[in-house]
């Protein structure tokens, strides 16, 4: 067995290898050292291999499916090997002989299809990258991704710079590249950093020779002309994926479309930095909860979930799909009455997408026969409710084309999976019981036959208690005897002797009672089964001809499923719409942004539920004014906490959700298509790849500086900060001055250096803003109203206070601030290079904090209403020892 296992491993290499054995599914060697830990089981030993003991660990077949999916999120890929024969014929060749085994399934991170191991509401994207060199130096990329379980198939031609974005776009499960290329400069920072698991994979899966070939073969095509001109890079990305999806799936060809080009230039460019920054779909530490997706999620189905989510990752550049969305978004918002019946009829409908991509790779069950079967039912719904408001007001472009799918849904199909199949479903379809009594009459009386015999069996017990004189007899059955006849201990010796003797044959005999079978049960019994054999056959033959009948039909399914999400995602967009007062932004090909009083469509809830103060609108307006050509410039300048960071991200993120298609928080919007969004916010350390705060941040900023143009949105938060005061102002100054002359784009700049906010003079598009602020009482008081102008000052220390610093900090601040501002006043340099800042507040926190506080602590225990002259008398003498030292 092990040389068996040995030679399955082999081939397996850098897979985990679910080896079943019986009912478990058992590994072996390092990759049981592995899963043990990985899963938190025992590990045990079994054998010897080489003189050694084999470390082993085990996890039953009922419950696998669990530990899979802990397996596969922590991006480990398993081999699951099964029994291929009967162990009965293994007997046959020898009593040691093995039992035939062979991985009848690869699961990788990148190509699920089972719903316990995929989340309903994300898409779960394999993703190949392949790469040619193009002119002298350069290089060209070649970006293909596939959703396994629903068919979603792309493929995209570009360079680098756009490479590390789409990747983040797709958010892949699972990338795989030519083993050759994981360790390349050009590649590296993406294994880094993306949240996907990397593949390395054979050369030969990219080989530009064959590629196109390969997708002809898998097609059934002679020509891909008819699907659009790819280029070589993207045939190699989009046959690698199908040459990785048939390893993993054993030769098993999933039916897919040929990829799909996506034109660059027809989405937002947002590279991985923004959109990790602006915590589209997950926030900065990995969650869901808290992301703007969570916040706008209001779909109902898995898929409308999904198509949300893509939406949000991919908002587009292109005008006339943007305006359609914004009229389905519209409809709905003003055919309010509509949306709850529709909701209802969108609750119960099925993933039918995965359902398919399961039933295609033959690892459909009944219920996914069901689910085909629940979405007609859901398509039916739909239709009518949606017939009847088009009576009364005719629907918008996106949501005709929705009705018109979902009326195309084959009816004839429909039908023939209600007549055929049963109101309850089984899991699996090995044993049958799935097909509705009706449809099939051999079945029927197959069934008949079979419920017979065992109703004839039932009542033979009565004629057995009769026969026997036993009144406690009992026809039982279990899967080793079969059906007998069983009887206590006690009664046995009459079933033994003539004349009983010769019905009732001894089977077995336990502590307590003693088994029988007669012909009669023998008989019936063979009846059972071989009408029950028969049974499960026909239900198994009419298993296919339904897969087969609904795959001829999947092209219609599918284009179902896509309009039950369209309609499930303008739904939850008006809804949105209604609940948050979010306004149609006008969206055009100008280069406008004006925002009329904009709010951060997160915090603005965050601050709800806290209870706190609600969310001061704000305006921001960038578009050329006058003679200004081109888009406007904001530096703001603001204390500490007054809400500078938020208001940037509050305009990012209107743009993004203006050019998704939907509605935007803030009273009124007008946004001239954004192509590329550049945000850099805050500031992060990357120490996994050796960058400091500062590089990352200079990185981040090198890459604005070089792509963004006059159509772009351009946020910066603090650039400069990580450095010396001197060269971080010197950066500021010289980026703004390059966003302003050769860039030209729309930018929002926030800055602590206030030395900048004298650029307005020089540069004739630069406008001054700030966050105003009251003071009172020495205290600051911040109240998140954006203005014109400039602030005098950072308020720093008060913020500084309010966060809880030591008294002796904040004081000792307030004297190095006065010295500072008067030093700085007749020479800047001097004094901040001279003055040891650190040192100096440090001795005097350490003076101010020790004596007072032991002299507080004790004055705040003692009662003097509760003490004696005596003991007063002795506190004021410990007082003075402690003021004393
Ligand atoms: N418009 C607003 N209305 C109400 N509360 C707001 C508003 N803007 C910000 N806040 C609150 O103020 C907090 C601080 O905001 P933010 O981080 O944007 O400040 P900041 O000026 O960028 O500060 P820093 O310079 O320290 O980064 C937020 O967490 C939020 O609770």
Redesign the pocket.
Known sequence: MMEQFIEIKTANPDSLLFYRMGDFYELFFDDAREASQALGITLTKRGKHLGKDIPMCGVPVHAAEGYLERLIALGYKVAVCEQTEDPAEAKKRGAKSVVKRDVIRLITPGTLTEDSLLDASSSNYLAAVARVKSGDEGQLYGLSWLELSTGDYGVLALDHLRLGAELARIDAREVIIADHMLMDEDIRPLTDTLRASFSPVPRAFFDGATAEDRLLDYFGLSTLDGHGHYQRVELMAASAILAYVEKTQLGARPPLNPPQRELSGRTMAIDSATRANLELVRTLSGDKKGSLLSIIDQTVTGGGSRMLAARLSAPLAELDPILARQDSVGWFLENSWIREDLLEDLKAAPDMPRALSRLALDRGGPRDMSAIRSGFATVFALMDHLASAHTETSLPSELARAQAALSAMPQELGQLLSNALDDEMPLQKRDGGFVRSGYDESLDELRSLRDESRRVIASLQADYAEQTGIKSVKVKHNNVLGYFVEVTANNADRLMTAPLNETFIHRQTLANAVRFTTTELADLEARIASAGAKVVAIELSIFDQLRDAILASQDLIKQAAQAIAVLDVSIALARLAEERNYCRPRVDDSLAFDIHNG??PV?EI??QKDG???????DCDLSPKDSHLHGRIWLMT??????????LRQNALIAILAQMGSFVPADAAHIGLVDRLFSRV?AADDLARGRSTFMVEMVETAAILNQAGERSLVIL??IGRGTATFDGLSIAWATIENLHEVNRARALF?T?YHELTVLHEKLPRLINAT?KVKEWQGDVV?L?QIVPGAADRSYGIQ?AKLAGLPDGVIARARDVLQHLEEGDRQSPAATIDDLPLFSVSMQKQELVEAEPDALRDTLQVIDPDDMSPREAHEALYKLKALLQG
């Open positions: 709010r951060h915090v965050a601050l706190s103060d609600p969310f001061v609108a704000n603001g204390p500490n906490m007054a809400g500078k960071s938020t208001f805050g938060d603090e926030a602590h966050v911040f998140h913020v």
